[in-house]
């Protein structure tokens, strides 16, 4: 069976999607990915639950430990686990 060069399968049009949310799909790919997501629902549910998790993940408010707090917290872990050993 030939391959059709404008029409993808399911999987590739996810893989495109996913290389289209970070930038690194061609303009070809994207041309691709749209002729798909004109039809399949399957993709386009794929790509509104990646682009709503791509500005979820831009917008939150995460507060991570600084190097000094993980190192102390590390230092009193091993200190802890020494006195049971």
């Not at 930038?23 to 041309?31: K, L, M, N, V």
């Not at 629902?41 to 794929?46: F, M, N, S």
């Not at 831009?58 to 991570?64: G, R, T, Y």
């Given at each position: 069976m030939k391959k059709s060069f404008l029409f993808i399968s399911c999987e590739e049009a996810k893989h495109i999607c996913d290389k289209s949310q970070y930038?690194?799909?061609?303009?070809?790919?994207?041309?691709k990915l749209a002729l798909r997501l004109s039809w399949?629902?399957?993709?386009?549910?794929?790509s509104n639950k990646n682009n709503k998790l791509t500005d979820t993940i831009?917008?939150?408010?995460?507060?991570?430990l600084n190097t000094d707090?993980?190192?102390?917290?590390?230092?009193?872990?091993?200190?802890?686990?020494?006195?049971?050993?």
């Open positions: 930038g690194e799909a061609t303009g070809w790919e994207r041309i399949c629902r399957v993709t386009k549910a794929y831009e917008h939150a408010k995460v507060d991570c707090e993980r190192d102390k917290i590390k230092h009193q872990f091993e200190e802890e686990l020494a006195k049971h050993q």
